[in-house]
């Protein structure tokens, strides 16, 4: 009878816990879009998704008439909304991309929904121009769309107290310099503010909170009010280790701004590509960042915004709980929160190695047994990514698959695997209880590893380690059967709420090609449960075989699923990336790919791997190329306007012409001790100048540059534009072959040398 009620507890508690497993993955999943009959005051997707279909109908890159037209309509669109849109004309200048200054003449939009008793404007953010090859339906459209509908229903109800100025900027693709325009000189930035930026890297998934300005506590406190909050603090610490970049950027380097930026960033394969169209996008994400967006603009809207434009003393540490639930804590209880992880840990270990026949030796080896499963899941995921690589070459150039679940369950499957198998057979040699404290230490050490390094992200290992840890104390104290149940299963139920929406997220955060990321915290998510495997799992040689065995089943499954889910076709193709440059000088031309193992069809171009930044700045590192036929293309001319020399300077300015429609301009130089393009000033550090002008018109750009006296200006100039499928020689592209979502994909470049 007792063995009885202890199986119905174990049971019980197992069920308990997966459906714990399953609110913690639909707290992290976009809300239903609302229909397009909801009321005016709400956020509705079917009709952001109206604007979508104008944004996303061509590719409109900055500088090109097709970006004029989105820019025309969403002046209209406000214009019909009753605000009073204006088109702001201005250059950006960035230097945050590769050390290369970049610049842009840029229109951005600005409209200001006016506040009742404004205490500080809330600028709400989206950039208007798509990438090169991209249509931009969710970059940026989604973002664009957002704002327009937000605007409306804001416009629907109340008036707002503060200011809130919509900002759609230009030319975010080229250099983020519609932003930097914007932060550096538009009067309603002058005192900063507060910045929300809305973005789309992919066409699906949640819509995810995932950088903030430092010191973020106040406006995370803020962030929680949304209906849909998802987010984690070690986005935030992992997004400001990428080299990524959004119109935020420029706000947070021009400082006296705080702000937060979401984007939603699953199925990513679309990101930049061609087909980034409005049928691709993902109506839940819409609304979620929707949804979100617009409580969000009524909360800051009617918040103390002087107060907020001020950073918080620190970070906080947030996580998406079940049921809309956004958990915080201050920054500084991170390291008392990993030191009691490492102490509760300790007590654990005193605790087993008094109530139980293992001994410190046997929990020493306990805790070095338990880096195994750690190492194998970091390593099997990267031979797993590589198995995909190798059965399907074009994963190569992808961040992820065009559909990755079965795949990313696959992987989860290897991790169950690793995980249960190195329990299962290590349980019999070193006991449960020594392969619990080693789990648990894992994750306690952890946890003050990343306290040192990303405060952000240490919750995910010290709060498992310490709920864990506690609870197994309170398990070895306990005599009845049915309450050490209970209390293993409290103790896993933190780390499965805590764990599996990080899992969830960072699958299309880092893709499968960095699977070993979320494969890792699905680890920790395993050696979280070891107390629960140890206490459920009967101890008969079948039972773990039968458990490690339906965990590769799963894996093999969902493997084979994922292959027959994700074959090339002509909507879904494998990308590819070409360009062709050419020295206008000599005449000599080739055809170069960024992809890291030529795919076939682009191996008929290019046959070996050379350098070739000296004569093509812009194309940096170890390149595929192959000879080409000198095509019938101009290069970019400078002409001298003025020419004086003042003591031991001699300063020319020049106006650049691209002589074609070109992406930029890309100007590089050496001995410059000064320099100004369209009267911006660029660093120059050590005599070398590399500049670039996106899109200049017929009429060129100014350039003046300072030497010494006496002495001559050598300029290598570059144009990159269009034009790939029209050189001779270019072969199609079968169907399923497409273009790779990249700055660089389709680029034709021409190159000169002036001497002045
Ligand atoms: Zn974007």
């Known amino acids: 009878m007792i063995q009885h009620r202890s199986r119905a507890t174990t049971l019980a508690s197992l069920l308990v816990l997966l459906v714990l497993a399953v609110l913690s993955v639909l707290a992290v999943l976009p809300p239903t879009p609302v229909a397009a009959d909801a009321p005016a005051d709400e956020f509705s997707a079917d009709r952001a998704f109206e604007h979508v279909e104008v944004i996303g109908a061509e590719v409109h890159p900055h500088g090109t008439p097709a ?32 050390g290369r200054a970049q610049a842009a003449g840029v229109q951005n939009v600005v409209a200001t929904v006016e506040g009742t008793d404004s205490t500080g404007p809330i600028f709400l953010m989206a950039h208007y121009d798509s990438a090169e090859v991209s249509h931009g339906a969710n970059d940026d459209g989604a973002g664009v769309s957002t704002l327009l509908e937000s605007a409306r229903a804001i416009l629907a109800a109340d008036a707002p107290r503060n200011d809130l100025v919509l900002v759609f900027t230009d030319a975010e693709e080229a250099c983020l310099c519609g932003a930097e325009a914007f932060a550096d000189s538009d009067p309603r930035a002058a005192d900063g503010g507060i910045v929300l930026n809305f973005e789309a890297r992919g066409s699906s998934g949640p819509a995810v909170m995932f950088e903030t300005s430092p010191g973020n506590a106040d406006l995370v406190a803020q962030y929680a009010t949304v209906p849909y909050p998802v987010g984690s603090s070690l986005a935030v610490e992992v997004y400001r280790i990428l080299p990524n970049d959004t119109d935020f950027s420029p706000f947070l380097d021009a400082g006296g701004f705080t702000g937060l930026n979401a984007a939603y960033i699953d199925g990513s394969a679309a990101y930049h590509a061609p087909q980034d169209q409005p049928e691709t996008m993902n109506l839940a994400s819409l609304q979620h960042h929707g949804s979100n967006t617009l409580a969000l603009a009524r909360a800051l809207g009617d918040a103390d915004a002087a107060a907020l434009a001020t950073p918080s003393a620190h970070d906080s540490t947030y996580f998406p709980l079940p049921g809309g639930v956004l958990a915080q804590y201050p920054g500084w209880l991170v390291w008392p929160l990993a030191v009691l992880a490492l102490v509760a840990v300790g007590a654990l270990g005193f605790t087993t190695a008094r109530r139980t026949e293992t001994g410190p030796g046997r929990l020493a080896l306990g805790f070095g047994a338990a880096l195994l499963p750690i190492v194998l899941t970091a390593v099997g995921a990267q031979l797993f990514w590589m198995l995909l690589v190798a059965i399907r070459p074009g994963y190569g150039e992808m961040l992820d698959p065009w559909h990755p679940w079965g795949f990313r369950i696959a992987l989860l499957g290897l991790v169950a695997v690793i995980v ?68 293993v299963a409290v103790g896993a139920a933190v780390a499965i709420v805590v764990l599996v929406p990080v899992v969830v997220l960072f699958f299309p955060a880092l893709g499968l090609a960095t699977g070993a990321a979320p494969a890792l915290f699905a680890a920790l998510l395993g050696l979280a449960l070891v107390p629960v495997l140890a206490d459920a799992l009967p101890l008969a040689r079948r039972a773990g075989g039968v458990l490690v065995g339906a965990c590769g089943a799963v894996a093999v499954v969902a493997l084979g699923a994922g292959f027959a889910l994700d074959g090339f076709t002509a909507e879904k193709p494998e990308p590819t990336q070409l360009m062709y440059a050419m020295d206008a000088d000599t005449g000599e031309a080739m055809w170069v790919s960024g992809e890291g193992s030529p795919s076939p069809w682009t191996s008929q171009f290019v046959d070996e791997q050379t350098e070739i930044s000296e004569d093509f700045p812009a194309v940096h590192g170890e390149v595929w190329t192959g000879p080409a036929e000198a095509a019938d293309l101009p290069a970019p001319t400078a002409e001298i306007v003025a020419d004086e020399t003042s003591g031991d300077e001699r300063t020319l300015t020049l106006t650049v012409f691209p002589e074609r429609t070109v992406r930029y301009v890309e100007a590089v130089a050496e001995n410059v001790t000064a320099a100004t393009i369209e009267g911006r000033e660029v660093a120059v550090a050590d005599g070398h100048l590399d500049i670039s002008y996106a899109a200049p018109g017929d009429e060129g750009f100014e350039l003046v540059v300072t030497v010494p006296a006496g002495e001559a200006f050598d300029v290598r100039l570059l144009g990159g534009g269009e034009g790939l499928e029209s050189l001779p020689g270019f072969e199609p592209r079968p169907e399923t072959v497409g273009v790779k979502g990249s700055h660089t994909s389709e680029l034709v470049l021409v190159a000169t040398s002036q001497t002045f």
């Open 67 to 98: 970006a004029d037209r989105v820019r025309e309509y969403i002046v209209d669109e406000l214009d019909a909304m009753g605000l009073d849109p204006e088109v702001t004309e201005g250059t950006g200048l960035t230097g945050r991309l590769g």
């Open 420 to 487: 249960t198998g190195w329990f299962v057979l290590l349980r019999r040699r070193l006991g449960a209880p020594a392969l619990t404290f080693g789990a648990l230490g894992w994750l306690a050490v952890l946890g003050v590893v990343l306290a040192a390094f990303t405060p952000g992200g240490s919750y995910l290992a010290a709060l498992p380690a310490l709920a864990g840890a506690v609870a197994g104390v309170v398990a070895l104290l306990l005599t009845d059967s049915r309450g050490r149940t209970a209390a």
